[in-house]
């Protein structure tokens, strides 16, 4: 048989069917049309059964007057609109064969759909051929057959309702509670998943209350654990809360003494999937009720940890540290802080000297643990790194992970393994030592795989792709890989990681030169999404990013739509979050160079002043800002002869220089770009023309076009204070048309004037040499 999807009718559709059914002209069904298209919807079932019911019922007859078929309309209309569907098929239902009656009542039981395997137990069990009798309910167009399964199901739910309401409602729970028990029967070594869910469903719909032996309510919390845990390996946490609550239902009244592993057991996995479904009062207060019963503190230690999480994701970060601390002390860890930054930095490169010593294999064999403590320890100091990631506490956050790796590698693997490694390449990467960062943030990944360890996959990916990969993978992909890392975070419940990867795939995607028309749109619509989840933690800094944005394409009279620059200052120094003051300044910085603001740029220019250890380790916008600020001190140089900016400018190319060694494709023209600058500053022309010419190459190469364009464009202004217009014309129409490719449009136009200005020169062959200074500033 070949099945066709037919969808609703409409009412020339319904019309239409009638008319034919009927052989009657359209025009005169019309109104019986219209009254059986609001009752059936144009559902093409509803409207065949509503017909055939009104001629069985005589509503629809044939008028032998008038020799064609009539109808009674005002009793057809009478027919209550939300009850006549459902109250005609049970009418008919009621007239079909008792055992096709029954079938159907089983059936419906089940749910909208049944399988073979179903259908045979319950022949078995209630002494029945279910199987002919579901034949017979195909062809009765009742149900039919999954094309390509061994499932069936009812044509509509509306026929699995009326099916349904046949049973007694007395009878209903007992019916459900004996088909479970029946197919959990068959389904006890756990073979078929599909077989197994069904008897547990089916048990649930039952109760407790229904169960006349009550030895069996403790084998049924099982079963429902049992349902959930295999729930929470599909990341379905919405139905594993479901079986997990209907197993502390099945205990009995007795059961932290009757029952006491069992309710641990139940409680614990209902706390952990609750607080993954961010369900939080639930889940505190299944984790509340684990610390006030549970007899020893082992099998309080998951219930501490869900606490903690409940904390932070209701925002409350200072009472989660506090409380995370609190436990930890009371575990006998010592928590103590590392005094100096010169202590701290000690201890990061003696740890990173002794794990230098391991090969990758070593690392990536090691055990999984097995004590419970200290597995819970780790869960808690990774809840520490989440909180000092969100407050950017980056010493508390080095001084948790140098606590972790040690643990680990005194006492094997936990889940949280990967993220002490991720974070410590970070540490590595803050103290200069590129290499083994990125080796370690590798190993980080590859171990988060080896151990699947998918609760903190995305924040691992957030770390290791935003703070380390950067100086060795290009940007383009670090974007990509940080999308995916949103994409975990959002499968696993991780909502703090999901929007971090996000906000930093936004970032990426400005410094990488993506269109800035796509970046300004997505990031409004990610903050509009936020704001309607009531997730604005991070709002500010991804209005910086679509402020920056704007202001590149409509020009900076566009105002802030997002978040105003006040509110943005404000929100970082009330939170003490020196790394969002820090990226404010940053885009304030590179938009104040490309605008020639001079004075924004005396009081935004000091960017590497401010890249210490504990405050702001490195990330890309950060290095792309020390860029600008290169530029901008040649640029204020040549403009006020004051020597400390060329001191400034040549510690910003040292220390691009340094990081180019590791990442040529991130930072190689940004390199030749500072270099050129430096000879047009001192006044080497020639050279500077060379390294012009290499840096607009090398960002081509990396498909950088924005700093393509920023290339062409300060090389036409060399080449115009050299009085060489026509070679300077040529550099600025490059430059407009990849401003113009990038989506700064602003950029494009305000160069475009200086262009202009520039061809007026040559035409008129009057340009003086520095006429440029006073003639073609940027408005």
Known sequence: LQQIHVTNLDYEGVNNLISHDLCVSPRLTRPLSKIIFNKSLGNPFFVWRLLESLKKNEMIYFSRRESRFAWDIDKISDLEISDDVLSLLIMEMKKLPSDIQMGLKVFSCIGASVNEAVIEILSSHLAINLGSILDDATRKCYMDKVAGTKKYRFVHDRVQQAAYEMIPEEDRRLYHMNFGLSICSHVLNGENDDLFFTSVNQMNQGGPEILADPSQKPVIARLNLNAGAK??????????????????????????????????????????????????????????????????????????????????????????????????????????????????????????????????????????????????????????????????????????????????MKNGLTVYSPASFANFGLAAVAVGNYELGYRLGSLALKLSQRINAAESASNIMAVVKWFIAWAFEPLQSISESLEIGYNLGNQTGDVYSAIMNKNFSFSAMFLSGKNLVFVRNQTAAFIKELRRRKQEWCVNALAITHSISSALIEGLGVPWSIENEDTISAQGKKRNNKALLLNYRCHQLMKAFFFRLDDKIRSTACILDELTLTEAPLRPTFIVAVFFEGLACYRMERKSRDKKWMTRGGTALSFIKTIGQSSPWNFENKMFLLEAEKMYTIGAFQQSKELYEKAILSAKTHKFIHEEALSHELAGFMHLENQMPREAVEYFAEAVSCYTNWGALALANQLDSVANKARGALVTNSLQPNDHNSNFQFS
């Open 231 to 408: 729930c929470i390996e599909l990341s379905d946490y919405a139905s594993a809360i479901r079986y997990f609550t209907n197993g502390v239902a099945f205990l009995g009244p007795n059961h932290w003494n009757d029952q006491y592993d069992l309710s641990i057991e139940l409680y614990d996995s209902a706390a952990d999937a609750a607080c993954n479904l961010s369900d939080l009062v639930l889940a505190e207060d299944f984790a509340k009720t684990i610390i006030h019963r549970a007899k020893w503190t082992e099998h309080k230690l998951n219930a501490f940890y869900v606490m903690s999480k409940t904390l932070r994701k209701k925002s409350l970060l200072r009472e989660s540290i506090h409380y995370v601390l609190s436990v930890l002390n009371e575990l006998g860890e010592d928590t103590t802080p590392i005094g100096e930054e010169t202590q701290l930095i000690d201890r990061i490169r003696s740890i990173m000297n002794s794990i230098a010593s391991f090969p990758d294999e070593t690392i990536l064999s090691f055990k999984m643990a097995e004590r419970k403590q200290f597995i819970c320890c780790m869960n808690l100091y990774s809840e520490l790194l989440y909180l000092y990631h969100l407050t950017a506490e980056t010493k508390k956050l080095f001084e948790v992970t140098l606590t972790m790796v040690q643990l680990t």
